[in-house]
């Protein structure tokens, strides 16, 4: 049971780390939580025995520089709202052009035989 908290713990804090980094660090919170569990119940259950590992101490290490990540991206990290004409501008822009190539296109009458569609059976 301790080495599954602890493969758990690890897993956990690894995913914490990668997703701190990334532009989603509001969800490493949870990973980062869950770490914190698995490592404290494998903590306990290697107590128990008096066998604590360092591979449990590195589990926290790595999940409270996760946490660290995603409070210091939280607390500092500017959200902008660009302008949003430019781009409606270049929306319809592209809309237009997108109607003029269909109007462009030649399609011609294709002849489709049915007589093979009926002998299909589903």
Known sequence: MKKLFTVL?????????ILAVLPVSNLAIIP???ALVFGLLAFYLSKKTG???KIIQFTFFLTIIALAITTYKALFSITEVADTQELKATESQSKEEALEELEDLEIEDIDIDTSELEDIEL
């Open 51 to 53: 066998q604590v590992k």
């Open 32 to 34: 980062s939580i869950l």
């Open 9 to 17: 713990a690890i897993i956990a804090s690894f995913l914490a780390i």
